[in-house]
């Protein structure tokens, strides 16, 4: 594995589930990271997501506005007006606690460990509050307390945006998946993955700045190509983690995407911008199954 491609899985942690937007004027060429879908009969709108945001990436391009103005309904990740949050912080604790009674300290290396006690060290968290939590999520809870520090905030998110634009509008919202659905993915990795994303992520903790930037540029101008060999280049490195995390999902939401097509239903959905690129991603699958789908 290049450099290159090792410091790009932090990133997808953090934009995977995860996206950003970035500040710029922007030519009348560029895109945005937004697709249409014409089935014939009816068209809805995909957006690639972005969970951490910074407030001066507002106001979005217009063409993102315009396809929420004219869907009649807004379908997240997660439908986060009726997710409890009080719950899926006990499910947090509940599925990513050890159960064995062992530490972290005990379930990675020594080399793994001492990495995370200097990075915890470094984003001013004991690394006594990690030892009881097992490898996946002490990874995904550094991921974004470390996008955090570099001013990326989950109330800024995307799909934040939109959830509380629904209420104001009042369109009604709904899910692909539920958050219990996203946790038990990274759980039910092995102990062997779940110490190979925990030590990685740590590796590319000095080099999380940049790649964001890097991703961001291509989000923000959807440049496809660009977008994916940030975010995908390092997960095909991780075969198992890039099928039960990306492709999947993807071909898991399809039906559904259907659905809404076949109903009539003009929607706008809001999903990981990594979801959208590459073969297995939801824009290819759509066009396989003769759908046309054009990027705004």
Known sequence: MTPHRKFRLLTLLGLGFLSVALVGQLSAQEKSFLWKVDSGQNNLFILGSIHLLNKEAYPLKQSIENAFEQAKKLVLEIDL??????????????????????GLHQNVSKETYESVATRAKELGIDIRLLNSFKPWIVATTMAAMKLQQL?????????????????????????????EFQLDLFDQFSAKDQE????????????????VW?????????????LERHLLAAMRDYPEIHR????????????????LLS????????????????KNGVIQLLKGRGYRVEQQ
């Open 214 to 226: 890097e991703i961001v540029r291509a989000w923000r101008t959807g440049d496809v190509d660009s």
């Open 81 to 102: 007006l009726s997710v409890n949050a009080e719950k899926v912080q006990q499910l947090m604790l509940q599925k990513g606690a050890s159960t064995d009674g062992t």
């Open 151 to 179: 001013g990326f905030d989950p109330r800024l998110g995307i799909d934040r945006y939109f959830a509380e634009r629904a209420i104001q509008s009042n369109k009604p919202t709904s899910g692909l998946e539920t958050a």
């Open 244 to 259: 039960k995390v990306i492709d999947d999902r993807n071909r898991r939401w399809l039906p559904q995407i259907e659905g």
């Open 196 to 211: 190979l994303l925990l030590r990685q992520s740590m590796n590319e903790m000095d080099h999380l700045e940049r790649n």
């Open 263 to 278: 109903r009539g239903e003009n929607a706008l959905i809001v999903v990981g911008a990594a979801h959208l690129v590459g």
